[in-house]
């Protein structure tokens, strides 16, 4: 079974035709057959999709058809500005982290729940998604 790590900050993902840089939220394990029948372990970038959905998976063909590239640019990486209360309609402005109880906002472009500090919430989001701890 191939394996999800959360992603550090500063990777990013794209293309020579978009100057657009994708956040790389997270990788997976895989294995990539290539042409001379060897198999190469390699990890793929999962980056956000639209408000509401999960984040896309790039599968390694995307990068030899689409010239996908993974750039490392940590300099680019800013801390999340404080959301305006109402960003989130029908929602609290604040909820308690599951795991370590800091106040989390959910931040609709990564379609998850961020510290609302700024300080690192990899451990919990990692937490929560392996289901160790219940959610609200």
Known sequence: MSEIIPAAPGW???TPDDPTLEPV?????AVQHTRDGSDTGVLLPYIPNS???APSLIPAESFERSQWEVVYLPETDKPLPKPPADINPGLPATVP???C???VVYVRCLDRYVHEDGSDNRKCWLA???GEVRTW
């Not at 939220?25 to 394990?29: D, K, P, R, V």
Request: glycine letters at 4%.
């Open 12 to 14: 990013y993902v794209r």
């Open 25 to 29: 939220l997270a990788w997976q394990t």
């Open 51 to 53: 408000a509401g959905r």
């Open 97 to 99: 982290c599951p795991v």
């Open 101 to 103: 109880k800091a106040d």
């Open 128 to 130: 929560v998604s392996r």
